[in-house]
């Protein structure tokens, strides 16, 4: 008799004796070969199938990121028959083996949008081994355990028309969920830093971004929700295609270091002034996004050449936001300059 084919997978156990889960990491090319066959069963999963229309607007998404990834983790729901083994039992007895055959995998509880978008995005063989994903495994008992397993996450991570605001007028969360959705900004912002050391590898620090982000929530121009927090920071993740210093930096071809002695790039009033613009082509009309960033590019970022002396940090901030608006023709007539 031709025993079935196992897979053995590195997890971090969690959860209780009535419904077991595991936390792992896993590369695409292991994640498709384990939920091939959930996708092809159309109507008889418990989970949502496929939508190719939300699929497509991922990808769309990841080609204008320039980056194929996912920092919610993907939830397949197994079986019982998959057996959980430590590594030491005395000290790390969370951390083991799971070993499970090939029919444990029962369904896709959420995530199956992210793998569909796959076929929709341009992908080389070799990322599909080395992009890693994060994958939430979960213990059902059972068809009818699973169904109710998966119509309970599905009211959970599913809402009806405009997302509700995630933040709303905390500066501190939304940031979080721009970060989480921006490369650009998880390389650039250093999350914990109210300032920066001269030679710190990053541009901006925390502080200064949740500052700039305050005062767009007090403005009122957006609401501050988890669909706001997609679009902004898909808006920062451009930035390095449209000023090509940031662009070295994200390359790793300049440092900060060199940044702050020939840019006004790396200082708190030009990241203020930059995420007021982008906020003002996130609110302004779609096709002006394009546009603005190609203006964005003509600005003069150099030190040297800054008509501005003045050293109170709150009229520099306003300054500076008020030419880059004017450079990206984004002031209304009424506002412009005297």
């Known amino acids: 008799m031709i025993q079935e084919p196992t897979i053995n997978i590195p997890v971090l156990a969690a959860g209780n004796a009535k419904r077991r889960q595991f ?25 949502l199938r496929e939508n190719l229309l939300a699929a497509r607007k991922i990808a769309t998404l990841w080609d204008q990121r320039g980056e194929i990834e996912s920092i919610k983790p993907i939830v397949i729901a197994i079986d019982q028959t998959c057996r959980f083994k430590a590594l030491d039992e005395i000290n790390q007895p969370g951390v083991g083996m799971l070993e499970c055959p090939f029919s444990s995998f029962l369904d896709v509880c959420d995530g199956i949008q992210r793998i569909a978008a796959l076929r929709f995005t341009l992908i080389k063989p070799a990322e599909i081994s080395a992009n890693q994903w994060p994958v939430h495994l979960i213990e059902t008992h059972g068809a009818d355990d699973l169904a109710a397993f998966t119509d309970q996450l599905r009211h959970q991570t599913i809402s009806k028309g405009r997302p509700a605001p995630v933040i709303k007028h905390d500066a501190g969360k939304w940031f979080t969920a721009i970060l989480a959705e921006s490369r650009f900004l998880r390389q650039a912002v250093s999350v914990r830093k109210s300032s920066l050391a001269r030679r710190s590898s990053h541009l901006w620090a925390g502080s200064a971004m949740v500052k700039a982000l305050a005062n767009i929530l007090e403005s009122r121009v957006v609401e501050g929700t988890a669909e706001d927090a997609q679009e902004f920071a898909a808006l920062w993740d451009r930035l390095p295609c449209a000023i090509p210093a940031l662009g070295d930096y994200a390359a790793g071809s300049i440092k900060a270091s060199q940044l702050r002695m020939e840019s006004i790039l790396t200082q708190a009033p030009t990241l203020q002034a930059l995420a007021t613009v982008l906020v003002k082509i996130l609110t302004g009309p779609d096709q002006s996004a394009d546009a603005c960033l190609a203006k964005i590019s003509q600005f003069d970022w150099s030190i040297a050449n800054q008509p501005t002396k003045t050293k109170i940090r709150t009229a520099l901030r306003e300054e500076r936001t008020r030419r880059l608006l004017d450079h990206c023709g984004l002031t209304p007539p009424t506002e412009h300059p005297k």
């Open 23 to 47: 936390l792992t990491t896993l590369s695409l090319k292991s994640i498709l070969m384990l939920v091939e066959p959930i996708i092809q069963k159309k109507t008889t999963g418990a989970g």
